[in-house]
């Protein structure tokens, strides 16, 4: 079954540092670019970071540019996101998704909840 | 970067009704847009790709028309499980811009 599983959400003072996990099964991870997603409570879709399939290329949305950082491992199927210097505004549900040049597969989200 | 507009926001219709979903890109994005469902709780879901391509396994009720700028979104015959959030999002240049959504309630 072709599956995208995130983990490692959870409550996290403003200030505080947060890293997702990605974890594919199902398909040739190594083989598609990769994105992380999220969306806050009662808003819409706000694309975060682009990962090429080898890690040449990466790109970050504005909101967390030089906060977070966007990473794989394809020997492990996985995909990661550091967050540093969170804040209110980062409080989401955090998706992963791979990139067919559209966003066919997705996890079911992890939820980060930065609060003091 | 490239702003999308979609409309309307909210959208109340009855079963059976065709339902119509317009997306606005700032600039042309040839037809590098994608459609999405997404209903409460759930991650969303690829309905259409490159403006006018059905995703496999989704009903031939949703389609998808369009290119540079205008596009639309439409579901021929509403049915009760269609009540979720609809995204365009273009797929031309990073970053990758999504639609504020369209939430789609039955009458």
């Known amino acids: 079954e072709v599956q995208l599983v995130e983990s490692g959400g959870g409550l996290v003072q403003p200030g505080g540092s947060l890293r997702l996990s990605c974890a594919a099964s199902?398909?040739?991870?190594?083989?598609?670019?990769m994105n992380w997603v999220r969306q806050a409570p009662g808003k819409g879709l706000e694309w975060v970071s682009y990962?090429?399939?080898?890690?040449?290329?990466?790109y970050y949305a504005d909101s967390v540019k030089g906060r977070f950082t966007i990473s794989r491992d394809n020997a492990k199927n996985s995909l990661y996101l550091q967050m540093n210097s969170l804040r209110d505004e980062d409080t989401a549900v955090y998706y992963c998704?791979?990139?067919?040049?559209?966003?066919?597969?997705w996890g079911q989200g992890t939820m980060v909840t930065v609060s003091s | 970067d490239i702003q999308m507009t979609q409309s309307p926001s909210s959208l109340s219709a009855s079963v059976g009704d065709r339902v119509t979903i317009t997306c606005q890109a700032s600039?042309?994005?040839?037809?590098?847009l994608n459609w999405y469902q997404q209903k409460p709780g759930k991650a969303p879901k690829l309905l259409i790709y490159?403006?006018?391509n059905l995703e496999t396994g989704v009903p031939s009720r949703f389609s998808g028309s369009g290119s540079g700028t205008d596009f639309t979104f439409t579901i021929s015959s509403l049915q009760p499980e269609d009540i979720a959030t609809y995204y365009c999002?273009?797929?031309?240049?990073?970053?990758?811009?999504f639609g504020q959504g369209t939430k789609l309630e039955i009458k």
């Open positions: 998704a791979s990139d067919s040049d559209a966003f066919d597969i």
């Open positions: 199902g398909f040739t991870f190594s083989s598609y670019s």
């Open positions: 990962i090429s399939s080898s890690s040449s290329t990466i």
């Open positions: 600039q042309d994005i040839s037809n590098y």
């Open positions: 490159d403006a006018s």
């Open positions: 999002q273009q797929h031309d240049n990073l970053p990758y811009t």
